[in-house]
């Protein structure tokens, strides 16, 4: 990979069990939502229906996971629910999942019918490596509300992903800025799936993997590299 992600020794000390795999891509075309990438997402929800098999996105166990670490680093998960739960939530409700644009809804589709949280930064926009860390409280997060461009900041010690401008996403997976969001202009891009134990690292391969046949499929030609990283946990005490 020639792009470097990192992860702090204090992120690993909250959560062990945390494991990423990232998916680098360039050559990529991306474009307004289409008829293809609309039925990959409805399949997607009938494939999460049957996962959950009638239990709320939150009762699966890869879900409680993510729900005990937000609440270790100070967040309310059934206020800011990780990607996968938010996007499982909506694609059960009436409202079903959204549309976005081509590339955003291949990786939504791979967050719903996996249940695992993904997200896609265009490495034009991205300035050096991207670093998951415990924020100071002092880092800039530019959003918009109403219109207008805000700057906020995260709450001391909450887990952001962040690269050398500032942070590109709250509270682990939760909003992401819209800086380094993929965009119908983007043409290379990191994907990111991130996971908990209990989920075996195995079945975030194997979502890894079809993630990457859909780029090569609605890109030909793009290069594209996977990077696996399994958990390691925290050294046992002497």
Not at 29 to 38: E, I, L, Y
Request: hydrophobic share 40%; glycine share 8%.
């Amino acid at each position: 990979m020639t792009f470097s992600l990192t992860v702090s020794e204090e992120v690993r000390a909250l959560a062990p069990g945390f494991a990423h795999l990232a998916v680098e891509a360039h050559g990529l075309v991306n474009g307004p939502s289409t008829d293809a990438g609309s039925a990959l997402l409805d399949d997607a929800a009938r494939r999460l229906a049957v996962r959950l098999d009638g239990r709320a996105p939150h009762e699966d166990p890869h879900m409680a996971a993510w729900r005990e670490v937000y609440t270790a680093f100070g967040s309310k998960p059934s206020r800011t629910r990780n990607s996968a739960e938010a996007l499982a939530k909506r694609a059960l409700s009436d409202a079903g999942l959204p549309r976005i644009n081509l590339l955003v809804d291949l990786y939504n589709a791979i967050s719903v019918a996996h249940l695992v949280p993904v997200g896609g930064e265009d490495l034009d926009r991205v300035r050096g490596g991207m670093r998951l860390v415990r924020a100071t409280g002092d880092e800039e997060f530019v959003t918009a509300a109403g219109g207008q461009e805000v700057v906020e900041h995260p709450d001391p010690g909450e887990v952001v992903w962040c690269d050398d401008a500032g942070v590109t996403c709250r509270r682990w997976n939760w909003r992401q800025g819209p800086r380094t969001r993929l965009t119908e202009e983007t043409v290379s891009g990191i994907f990111l799936l991130e996971s908990m134990a209990p989920m075996p690292y195995a079945d975030v391969e194997k979502a890894g993997a079809e993630l990457a046949e859909l780029l090569e499929k609605f890109s030909p030609g793009a290069r594209i590299e996977v990077t696996t990283a399994p958990p390691t946990r925290a050294p046992a005490p002497e």
